[in-house]
């Protein structure tokens, strides 16, 4: 069993940053994908940002190439997602994700979640 804990989000004006933490334990010594997803109300969830553990296979939404960079830290089993010029379009609820996979392309049966953290760009 694996689990995810979110941190890092809240309140920005629009032209503001935040960086999202997630940190994973359990049963994760495996090739795996850490990635962030989000969901404004009223909208389906979409993925943002992916990065493998392997390192080298990152994916970005064309929406927010060249103002978000996904990390991650093998070592402490964590992800994050560092966000820059922040605009009122960004705001939504922020998911992490892990699957155990060797890539962002390909679908597992092993899927966890974590319990999401809002984000809210607003003047």
């Known amino acids: 069993q694996v689990q995810l804990v979110e941190s890092g989000g809240g309140l920005v004006q629009p032209g503001g940053s935040l960086r999202l933490s997630c940190v994973a334990s359990g049963s994760i010594f495996r090739t795996n994908v850490m990635d962030w997803y989000r969901q404004a109300p009223g909208k389906q969830r979409e993925l943002v940002a992916a990065s493998t553990s392997g390192g080298g296979d990152t994916y970005y939404a064309d929406s927010v190439k060249g103002r978000f960079t996904i990390s991650r830290d093998n070592t402490k089993n964590t992800v994050y997602l560092q966000m820059n010029d922040l605009t009122p379009a960004d705001t939504a609820v922020y998911y992490c994700?892990?699957?155990?996979?060797?890539?962002?392309?390909?679908?597992?049966?092993?899927?966890?979640w974590g319990q999401g953290t809002q984000v809210t760009v607003s003047s």
């Open positions: 994700h892990l699957k155990f996979t060797g890539s962002w392309r390909v679908n597992s049966n092993e899927n966890y």
